[in-house]
């Protein structure tokens, strides 16, 4: 019997990488009409694929302005006759997270419109320990027009992205949201997406599939902390349909949560008096059930958000919700995880599942 080390992708076709015949390709910039980005709020004006400005007074933390280039809800669409669909991409560094896949921290994923609804086609297969890649993400039959959206990575920055598309195929401009006001979600390492097994499966894009709307994704990995200074910049987003705040696991003090969640609301609600506020209180966790201490501080923490809201409605705020995380998992809320807390792509179903209804009903 050989001890040797296996490899999957010489043994199952289904795992090889894809090796590009450049021929009677065209290479596209999705930054150039007709295709369209969303999911960045400012890219109309710095042109990189960033989730906030590039301003260099921007009053952040260096961890914050360092996620900020985590590309986490960013998509691109558009409608070809294409029968092959080809990217080619230049990170801003490889894969290093020890408990997220690859795919989902660096990669692309496809999905193609059929019936009016989205369906997921492919996921970018590249060698993970490189920082530029090519791949071929479609490959269909006949040159119907077909509607594409592509996913950006959820963790790894992208300096670079180029679209090929077959030389012979044409191009158009895509099919619109159904809205052109945005859902922005403010948050913590879960509302960035990890631990997604690929982009696709984080749920605020799971939402944004379901509602056809645009996402903004303001998750920031450990630092989502409810700063006043998030607030003021959040509050600079055009269009927006409705605010979810669901930082509550990174703030460093349950005291901290107190101070910093009426403060958000207050400075979103000069600008934005009547778009809808939804705040969130973490889902259960793994320890939960064990950590007699943790679980205190996740009851505390949950009354504090209840009672915040509560208290903003009797003083005549229109519009402003609150939401229990423990509902988000359901009963086997351990087994959604891949280490008792970031959510696995079940997790992030069941997450966008109980969310949309309540979505649905505050819009």
């Not at 009016?116 to 993970?128: A, G, I, L, P, S």
């Not at 600079?236 to 101070?259: F, H, M, R, W």
């Not at 007699?292 to 919700?321: A, P, S």
Request: charged letters at 25%; a neutral charge; hydrophobic letters at 35%.
């Amino acid at each position: 019997m050989s001890n040797k080390g296996i490899d999957a992708q010489k043994l199952d076709k289904n795992m090889h990488i894809d090796y590009i015949r450049q021929e009677e390709i065209k290479w596209y910039s999705p930054k150039e009409s007709p295709f369209k980005i969303s999911g960045f709020s400012w890219f109309h004006k710095d042109k990189v694929y960033r989730r906030l400005p590039c301003s260099k007074g921007l009053n952040i933390s260096m961890e914050v302005d360092m996620l900020a280039n985590c590309t986490s809800g960013g998509q691109i669409r558009f409608r070809t006759q294409s029968k092959k669909i080809l990217l080619k991409v230049k990170l801003s560094g490889i894969a290093n997270m020890v408990h997220m896949p690859a795919t989902g921290q660096c990669g692309f994923d496809i999905y193609v419109e059929k019936d009016h609804k989205f369906y997921y086609y492919n996921t970018t297969k590249y060698d993970h320990t490189k920082d530029e890649y090519e791949s071929v993400l479609f490959e269909g039959k006949g040159n119907m027009w077909r509607d594409i959206l592509i996913n950006f990575p959820l963790y790894q920055g992208v300096e670079e992205i180029l679209i090929g598309i077959e030389s012979s195929a044409k191009v158009d401009s895509p099919l619109e949201f159904s809205s052109n006001k945005k859902l922005i979600f403010y948050g913590t390492s879960i509302t960035q997406g990890g631990c997604a097994s690929r982009p696709g499966m984080s749920y605020t894009n799971i939402l944004s599939r379901k509602l056809n709307m645009e996402v903004i994704n303001l998750g920031f990995s450990g630092n989502g902390k409810g700063e006043p200074e998030m607030a003021e910049i959040i509050s600079g987003i055009e269009n927006p349909a409705l605010l979810v705040l669901d930082y509550e696991p990174n703030c460093v003090s349950t005291q901290s949560l107190k101070e910093t969640l009426p403060k958000f609301i207050n400075i979103y609600r000069k600008k934005h008096p009547d778009i809808p506020i939804l705040v969130i209180s973490r889902p259960l966790y793994a320890l939960d059930r064990f950590d007699k201490e943790l679980n205190k501080e996740r009851i505390e923490r949950f009354t504090i958000q209840r009672e915040t809201v509560e208290y903003f409605n009797q003083k005549g705020y229109n519009n402003i919700y609150f939401y229990s995380g423990e509902n988000l998992l359901g009963e086997d809320y351990e087994e959604c995880t891949v280490d008792g807390i970031h959510p696995t792509d079940l997790g992030f179903i069941k997450i966008a599942n109980a969310l949309e209804p309540i979505i649905k009903k505050i819009i």
